[in-house]
Nanobody, 124 residues
């Protein structure tokens, strides 16, 4: 089993940056693909970025391409989401999730373990 804990959220002005971290427990962290999701009030949970087990393959939602970067450090059991050029549309609760599958799923149902989420608020 894997436990995930997000951190790094907060309030930022439009155009600013934040870096989210997701720390995971367990010795088998490198066996999981990781996704970052976000959910705004009244909206569905959407994956914004995903990364393969070895970190060599990444996927991004069109809405964040060129602005967000996902990375991982398996030695530290940590995944990061660097978010630049933030806009009010990026306001949401951000979650990291782990999947034992080889493929990087975009659907939240492909992920078994979730963190509690961290709030990101972008003011205009």
């Amino acid at each position: 089993q894997v436990q995930m804990v997000e951190s790094g959220g907060g309030l930022v002005q439009a155009g600013g940056s934040l870096r989210l971290s997701c720390a995971a427990s367990g010795r088998t962290f490198s066996r999981y693909t990781i996704g970052w999701f976000r959910q705004a009030p009244g909206k569905e949970r959407l994956r914004v970025a995903g990364i393969s087990r070895n970190g060599l393959t990444t996927h991004y939602a069109d809405s964040v391409k060129g602005r967000f970067t996902i990375s991982r450090d398996n030695a530290k059991n940590t995944v990061y989401l660097q978010m630049n050029s933030l806009t009010p549309d990026d306001t949401a609760v951000y979650y990291c999730a782990a999947s034992p599958n080889l493929l990087i799923y975009s659907d939240y149902r492909g992920y078994d373990y979730w963190g509690q989420g961290t709030q990101v608020t972008v003011s205009s």
